[in-house]
């Protein structure tokens, strides 16, 4: 199984882009989450969902910005940024996690949860 992440570009602060992550092999059983690292940072969680979609975890400085969702067929997810700010500038990695995130208490948060990483997809935004 291989995640692979795009949608990244470079967009002014304010503006919007939505992110893919397709796993060519099958991954519905599983939870996803989005990491971003920026330049001399470390590795963040941004945002995760369950493995049926219905649930799903943000990190505070994106919440009710950025948008995470499974397509029909759960091998592909997507987020959904809005609002941008140059502050959200990094590489944004999907992953997969270890286990299906239905239950409220996993560390989805957690670098440790995921098995599996995409290559990454740079998001720039301008100020």
């Known amino acids: 199984v291989q995640l692979q992440a795009s949608g990244g570009g470079l967009v002014q602060a304010g503006g919007s882009l939505r992110l893919s992550c397709a796993a060519s092999?099958?991954?519905?059983?599983?939870?996803m989450g989005w990491f971003r690292q920026a330049p001399g940072k470390e590795r963040e969680f941004v945002a995760g969902i369950s493995a049926n979609g219905g649930v799903t975890y943000y990190a505070d400085v994106v919440k009710g910005r950025f948008t995470i969702s499974r397509g029909n067929a759960k091998n592909t997810v997507y987020l959904q940024l809005n609002n941008l700010k140059p502050e959200d500038t990094a590489v944004y990695y999907c992953a997969r996690g270890k286990n299906s995130f239905h239950s409220g208490t996993y560390p989805v948060s957690s670098l440790g949860s995921y098995d599996l990483w995409g290559q990454g997809t740079l998001v720039t935004v301008s100020s």
């Open positions: 092999g099958s991954s519905f059983s599983y939870g």
